[in-house]
């Protein structure tokens, strides 16, 4: 791993977190941990995947992600600002052309679209960043595996040592092909 | 989004993985050999450009009344070019079209690239360059702001954002799939994609909240691919000239772009599949459904024409009927009959499932049209700029001269450069996406798709 400056490193790599890691070569057996560790009572395991799938989702049960109101505050404040600027500057320096009033909101539309293109689409990527920067500071430093960008799911379960036996046999029961302590 | 269970088994997750890695391998020989024919492109672009910013636009072909030519032409042409690209990857995303997965990367990327390479062409085309900054809206000495209702304004806004859109677009899209090569890469690539793929390790909350931001990415980029070619389009159908000054502009223009944009997606995709390999990811069944594409915007555009030649002899308009008749049987009848067979007649020979299904032909069609769409765009722009009523004023023929053409090889060059250097490192196909429509590994069979 590459070496961060100390407050990059501080935000980006939070303090590591004690637990089980189990790789899978199926999804059935992945989806069948899920439900075995949510029926164990554990909430606060991580699931790795190559894609997404639904039926991860689903075994999960999240909630929707709120990156959707970045989307809605960012498009709404876009056309704000669009009808703003045009608004303002025309009225700024009045020059009336094509006889058309000074401010004509026709025309303006056209530029308040784009804004609220604009804004929507950056405001998203910016919901994205912060959830998942948040989402890894709440989980920690975790056990992770190459393989799971390739043809491997995975589970990381945080666990102490008093309770890493038991998780670990819970993980091989379901199918884990392997499973690493860390 | 649907599994097919066609699908051969020898594609698997590892298989998808490694081939597309491949193609970021040490380049060959004929990959240097294309990468130093773009650049040489450039150069003579480049070289171009030096004279005219020396002696100034006189060198350009431009004689009264036509003052908008080559360089407007090549600018609708490479926003054109990045028209399909948005449709693949966010249209039918939303369609939940499964074959898109194969080819929208390649199609993205061409996007970024065409937008950069038309973003040129004004800047080209107000000769002085130095002055690109008074388009945007900034506080000046003099208190002046652009003006909101001229069509100009409108377009930098709308390029702006699409090219704003598009790269971030296809960054997101790019970075589960740097992430997979990076865990396969090894030395300076793999520091590069560690960099590059910003801590992706396809953890769930990741892919939470990536799939909902991806999915309403698609969503805000949908209606912008259709207002970008509309603003274009309103570039000329504000103006009063006959053959511009038509309400079918905006989805005339739309279609077209989609129609050459996915001529250029089977141009490009032809030699990448046969250079890296990639054989049995790019089906023969992408290509079909791409010429399917083409097949229905080249007919739209096929009827524009129609359209555009209806009206003006059912207007009764003289004018219009006149500017008409010299588009088609003035001094510009050979640009006028290009786009038309090229555009018009055509993609009709998709209608034929061989044609369709055989590469080379579709390869050869692709070409044809972007020169077909290359030619509308300067049938619109030049000959109804030099045609009736304004022929009386007219001291010279317009021809392009070796200013404009050395301009327009430059930015085919440009386009191509960043194009070679982006599939050689990054992938381009996606990885995760192209495992979503595969039936994920199972240890028992399962009950839905069995």
Known sequence: MMALPKPLNDLFRPPPTPGMLAVFAQLDTTLDAIKKLRAAGHTDFTVYSPIPRHEIEDALGQPVSPVRMFTLVGGIAGC?????????MSADWPIVTGGKPVGSIPPYVVIMFEMTIL?????TILGILLNTLFAARRAGTILYDPRFTNDRFGIFVPAGSDKAAKVESLLRDAGAEEVRRG | MAEKPTTPTRVTYDYVTRTIARTLSTPSRGYFLLLGAAVALLAIGIITLLY??????GLAGYSHPVYWAVFITCFVFWVGIAHSGTLISAILFLFRSGWRTAVYRTAEAMTVFAVMTAGLFPLI????????YW????????GLWPNFKSPLIWDEFAIGTYFTVSTVFLIMGLIPDIAAVRDLATGWRKKLYALTSIGWTGSNEQWRHYTRGYLYLAALATPLVLSVHSVVSWDFAMALVPGWHATIFAPYFVAGAIYSGCGMVITLLTPIRKLFGLEEIITVKHFENLAKLCLLTGSIVGYAY?????MAWYSGNPTERAA????????YWWASWTMIICNGFLPLLLWIKKIRTNITALFVISIFVNVGMWFERYVIIVVSLAGEPFTKWTNAVYNPTWADWGVMAGSFGWFFMWFLLFVKNFPAVSISEVKEVLPPPRAKPSRVHA
């Open chain 1, 80 to 88: 704000s600002i669009g009808a703003w600027i045009t608004l303002w």
């Open chain 1, 119 to 123: 804004f929507g689409a950056l405001s």
């Open chain 2, 135 to 142: 388009l945007i809206p900034y506080p000046n000495e003099r």
């Open chain 2, 52 to 57: 005219l910013l020396r002696y100034g636009l």
């Open chain 2, 306 to 310: 129609a359209c555009e030649y209806f």
């Open chain 2, 125 to 132: 085309h107000i000769g002085r360059q130095w002055y690109f």
């Open chain 2, 324 to 331: 008409f008749w010299y588009r088609a049987f003035g001094p």
